[in-house]
C-alpha cells in the first residue's frame, strides 16, 4: 500500500513539473508572438516611412534641378565661341 501511495505522489509530482513546464512554454511562445507582432508593426511603419522619404527626396531632387537649370551659374559656356 505504501509503495502504491509513493506511486501516485510520484506520478503527481512528474504531471505537475510537466504541467509547470507547458505553461512556461506557453507563456514564452505567447511573448515571442508578442514580439514578433511589435517587430512586424514596426517594419511596416519604417516601409512607410521610407516611401514618404523616397518621394519628397524625388520632389526636392526636382526642385534642385529646376533650380540649377534657371541659374545661369550652373549653365554650360560654350568656350570656343568665346575665343572667336
Known amino acids: 500500500m505504501l509503495s502504491q501511495t509513493s506511486t501516485f505522489l510520484n506520478c503527481d509530482m512528474e504531471n505537475?513539473?510537466?504541467l509547470e513546464e507547458k505553461t512556461r512554454l506557453i507563456n514564452q511562445v505567447l511573448e515571442l508572438q508578442h514580439t514578433l507582432e511589435d517587430l512586424s508593426s514596426r517594419?511596416?511603419?519604417v516601409k512607410e516611412e521610407n516611401l514618404k522619404l523616397k518621394s519628397e527626396n524625388q520632389v526636392l531632387g526636382q526642385y534642385i534641378e529646376?533650380?540649377?537649370?534657371?541659374s545661369s551659374v550652373f549653365q554650360t559656356t560654350?568656350?570656343?565661341?568665346?575665343?572667336?
Do not use: F, G, I, P
Not at 79 to 84: C, D
Open 16 to 18: 505537475q513539473a510537466e
Open 43 to 45: 517594419v511596416d511603419a
Open 66 to 70: 529646376n533650380l540649377m537649370s534657371a
Open 78 to 84: 560654350d568656350t570656343k565661341s568665346k575665343r572667336k
